[in-house]
């Protein structure tokens, strides 16, 4: 099974910060990886595919890059609704794993 | 409105059996695959069991592997999925989720419902 490693786990920001979270996969995934955002008590919600690809309906201020092992989800200006988990999940193969979650809290 | 809604989550005993069910409505549902993901609580998502759109493809988590069981009906716009001899790691809220805008699972999924929650206690 492929592992999916992010970091880091938790990020204090502000409104307006650049924030990164990288993932790492514990084998070549090519680019399939996907990003999720949730927020407490609500499902999660698909921001990027493909690695770098943004979902329709997602803000602009979302990217995603990266390719074989090492991915990043960046936000280009963090915004009061942005404060949530964010989630890189394998998409390359069976069985499909999650990292284990970075959580973007206000500083 | 594209909607998924799953139902039949509950309290059960360990060793016991549940039935999931996933309804959808606003889209082709026998056209995309489909997939459990569940999240313990105060923990991360864990992707359960995929199934494809004419049920030929299917794959499980080695967590459950033998225990659950995925399946669907076309025909009543709906995903199943049986889960039997439970342990107390099964507690988790349970969502159906689908890719529905365009390509398959290697695209993420891009549909959920709210889930639903599984407790498994004595």
Redesign the interface.
Known sequence: ?IQMTQSPSSVSASVGDRVTITCRASQGISS?L?W?Q?KPGK????L???AS?L??GVPSRFSGSGSGTDFTLTISSLQPEDFATY?C?Q??S????????TKVEIK | EVQLVESGGGLVQPGGSLRLSCAASGFTFSSYSM?W?RQAPGK????VS?ISSSSSTI????SVKGRFTISRDNAKNSLYLQMNRLRDEDTAVY?C?SRR?G?D??????V????TTVTVSS
């Open positions: 099974d399939w996907a999720y949730q499902a999660p919600k698909l990027i595919y493909a690809s979902q329709s989630y999940q998409t390359n069976f069985p499909l794993t999650f990292g284990g979650g | 997939n993901v991360g998502l864990e992707w995929y794959y499980y988590a080695d969502y989720a805008s390509g699972y290697y695209y993420g999924m891009d959920w419902g709210q889930g």
